[in-house]
């Protein structure tokens, strides 16, 4: 268990808590491998919505394309540069115990993923960090989205 992990209630789920400990460990990972420190935009709510709609008629793959497509190409965060890149995790964590505990695992499962892990380290400086639970599923969605 890790000191001052923070506990995760299952029945009081709080998301808020884990988009904030999610960050802060992709910060601590991103930095680890040299790349940029980076800002926190908050939660997106549009991103939040697509979850909640669609989690349980969609596999996971379908809402990250929706999520990429619909959401963040037609989105205010569009720049020159670029469109913003969003990844996706779930994770049924019944067996979790900490926020902590569930953030490193889903960091650890974008980093075993060529197509994720390619944005984790130095796509961009800016993220937002947007989790659903759903609690008649007990699975918790992780979205993180790259932006300039």
């Known amino acids: 268990m890790l000191i001052n992990a923070q506990v ?10 884990l988009n904030e400990v999610t960050f802060r460990i992709l910060n601590e990972y991103t930095s680890l491998e040299g790349g940029y ?6 939660k997106l709510p549009e991103i939040y919505r697509c979850i909640k709609k669609n989690n349980e008629i969609l596999p996971m793959d379908s809402i990250s ?3 990429n497509v619909e959401v963040l190409v037609k989105s205010k965060y569009n720049t020159p540069t670029g469109f ?18 569930l953030a490193d695992r889903c960091i650890t499962d974008w980093i075993g993923s060529p197509s994720d892990a390619f944005f984790l380290v130095g796509w961009r400086k800016v ?8 609690k008649r599923t ?11």
């Open 8 to 17: 995760i209630d299952w029945n009081n789920f709080n998301e808020k808590t």
């Open 65 to 67: 394309v929706k999520i």
């Open 127 to 134: 993220v937002g960090v947007t989790s659903f639970f759903n």
């Open 37 to 42: 420190s980076l800002l926190y935009s908050g």
């Open 84 to 101: 913003p890149v969003g990844i996706l995790d779930s994770i049924s964590g019944i067996d979790i115990q900490t926020f902590e505990e």
């Open 138 to 148: 007990k699975t918790v969605y992780i979205s993180v989205v790259f932006k300039s």
